[in-house]
Each structure stands twice: as structure tokens, then as C-alpha cells.
């Protein structure tokens, strides 16, 4: 995934071998008017959320928001238990909506996107238990459960949705 996408999160649909290849792109909604937010609007997210997806173990940690941003970071164990990949992202407040942005590394520190870039993707729809940017969607199904459902392009053009589902946890 290009997210966590994990997120970011949680993270964009790529095989476990290393080096990992260039990342198939986030799909992305048409150009339509963001919805109005504020960071409190994603403060469901904070916390510590451990669970599984696209074949291995994931980890999502969020800071509390504070000055209009919310930080964090997601880490995928493949099955073996060697890390796939990681991300540090950020939900931003930016001219009365919100903002997904996130950055992807291969386990050795390999950045995916180049040094001066970072995926940025705006809010597209929003609720008390969603919120949407673009290819990458934050559910809440229930108290203490987070979904997060990454659709990424494939190179072959298909698209291809990836599920992660946590569980929150004591850190």
C-alpha cells in the first residue's frame, strides 16, 4: 500500500522480499470539495493498536493530537517474523480539513518516496467513525477495534484492497 497503511497506514500492497520494489500508488478519489474537520475529529485514533494484515503482524501507534497534528507509526512483520516495512505519517488540520500524510521505509531505512516528497492525501469523507482519505479508510467497528482498509493500484493497472484489523492494546 502506499499508507498504513497502515496505516498507514498503514502501507501499500508489496511483496515481503527485500529490496522491496517501487510502492503501486495509493488510489486516490476524483478532485471533489473535502469535508470539513478538525484534528479532534480523528482523536479516536490515539493509541497503541496491534493486529494483522497482508499476511504478517501490524502495528499502529498515535500520539494524542496536539497543535492541529496527530503523529505516528506502523511496523508489518512478515510471517517469519522479519519486518516488511515501515511508515511514519501524520493526520494534519490544513485549511479547515485534514490531511494524510505518510512516509514509507523498506527495514533498513530505504526511504520509498524521495527525500523531499511524501504521499499527502486530503479527507474525502468523514464521520464519527471514519474518516477517508482517498485509497486509505480509518473505521471504527466497535469500542477498541480499528480497521483500516488500504486499495492500491497494482502495476498491472487492478486495483486491490488490503485490510488491516486491530484490536487496541496497553502499551
Not at 59 to 86: H, I, Q, T
Not at 152 to 170: E, L, P, S, W
Request: hydrophobic fraction near 45%; glycine fraction near 8%; charge should be positive.
Amino acid at each position: 500500500m502506499r499508507a498504513l497503511f497502515a496505516l498507514a497506514c498503514f502501507a501499500a500492497g508489496i511483496a515481503f522480499a527485500q529490496p522491496a520494489p517501487p510502492a503501486p500508488s495509493v488510489t486516490t478519489a476524483p478532485k471533489a470539495p473535502t469535508p470539513p474537520a478538525r484534528i479532534a475529529d480523528a482523536a479516536w485514533l490515539q493509541g497503541y493498536w496491534a493486529g494483522t494484515g497482508m499476511g504478517g503482524e501490524a502495528e499502529d501507534v498515535w500520539l494524542p493530537p496536539k497543535a492541529g497534528v496527530m503523529l505516528g507509526a506502523f511496523r508489518l512483520m512478515k510471517a517469519e517474523g522479519k519486518p516488511a516495512f515501515y511508515e511514519l505519517f501524520a493526520i494534519e488540520e490544513i485549511d479547515d480539513t485534514l490531511v494524510f500524510v505518510v512516509k514509507h521505509f523498506n527495514p533498513d531505512w530505504v526511504g520509498w518516496e524521495e527525500k523531499d516528497k511524501a504521499l499527502r492525501l486530503k479527507l474525502t469523507r468523514a464521520s464519527k467513525d471514519e474518516l477517508a482519505f482517498g485509497g486509505v479508510v480509518f473505521r471504527r467497528p466497535g469500542a477498541d477495534v480499528l480497521a483500516v482498509d488500504v486499495t492500491v493500484r497494482q502495476k498491472d493497472g487492478t486495483q486491490k484492497t488490503h485490510t488491516f484489523d486491530y484490536r487496541r492494546k496497553a502499551l
